[in-house]
């Protein structure tokens, strides 16, 4: 159960023996937003719609001539492996070639959560995050920009900052319209699986800058930069809608800023200066 959405896993022992990151998340009971079954088999027919190449992974999206989404992951020009979902994302199989399986699991499981829960007030985030005094702080940026980098600058000179995720946080709106940052099965290559949860204080963009300086980011920039953090077919009018009001309600509730920035401790204690100033307001 992630964000307070269960879903559920089936297929062989040795595929549950390389999802040690999802135990603290373990959940028995209760109704689930989707279903993946995970078996080896032959490569599914299908059209190719799209592609994206992120650090030598490969995700393709395509479809079949029955209707289903289908996404194939290749990993340094090696398939790892194919997930077939129905249209609404509660059902799917992943296909795994026998390479690079823990990826294709992974991949298989951040896809169908991101889809299945963009229409109930969820959004999952490429984003690294801390904690502190019982809130979340969530530091947003293309790759490459230093959120990781800023994000142990806290663990190191903010006292009483711990790591929360590292890569793929998930935010939830509730029925109050709080927001809320979970940590989640999924944090890139800093292991930090934690089921942990706290209110969103601030969100902060990052950019590298020959110097230190926080501004408060609002309107259309601020919509604009959680767009670009979240992942999500946009084409998909149910998806679209829905990631449209989270974000929408994220940039009117929640503070944003921008942090231009070495990778400095001034950089840590101006940004959290300026968060937590606000915070106590």
């Not at 719609?49 to 090696?78: H, K, L, N």
């Not at 929360?164 to 939830?172: C, G, L, Y």
């Amino acid at each position: 159960m992630v964000a307070r959405h269960r879903f559920g896993v089936s297929g062989q022992a040795d595929d549950f023996a390389l999802m040690g990151n999802y135990e603290p998340f373990a959940c028995t009971d209760g109704e689930t937003v989707f279903d993946l079954a995970v078996a080896s088999g032959d490569a599914p027919a299908y059209t190719e719609e799209m592609r994206q190449d992120d650090e030598g992974q490969t995700i393709v999206c395509g479809r079949t001539a029955a209707g289903e989404t289908v996404f194939e992951f290749i990993w340094d020009g090696t398939t790892a492996g194919w997930l077939v979902c129905w249209a609404d994302y509660t059902k799917g199989r992943l296909i795994t070639t026998g390479r690079h399986v823990k990826m294709a699991i992974d991949n298989a499981l951040m896809i169908m959560y991101a889809l299945a829960t963009a229409d109930r007030g969820t959004a999952l985030f490429h984003a690294a995050v801390v904690s502190h005094e019982g809130r979340g702080y969530m530091f947003l940026g293309p790759s490459g920009t230093g959120k990781s980098t800023h994000a142990r600058l806290w663990l190191q000179h903010v006292e009483g900052a711990q790591l929360v995720n590292d890569d793929n946080p998930v935010v939830r709106i509730g029925e109050d319209g709080a927001a809320t940052v979970y940590g989640s099965p999924w944090s890139g290559k800093t292991p930090c699986y934690r089921n942990v949860h706290y209110p969103l204080g601030a969100i902060v963009l990052l950019s590298q800058a020959p110097y230190n300086k926080i501004e408060r980011l609002g309107g259309i920039h601020a919509y604009v930069a959680l767009m670009e953090s979240i992942s999500g077919k946009r084409w998909d009018r149910r998806i679209a809608d829905g990631l449209h009001s989270t974000e929408n309600a994220l940039a009117s509730t929640v503070a944003m800023w921008h942090l231009e920035c070495l990778p400095d401790e001034a950089a840590a204690r101006v940004c959290w200066g300026k968060v937590k100033m606000k915070s106590e307001k």
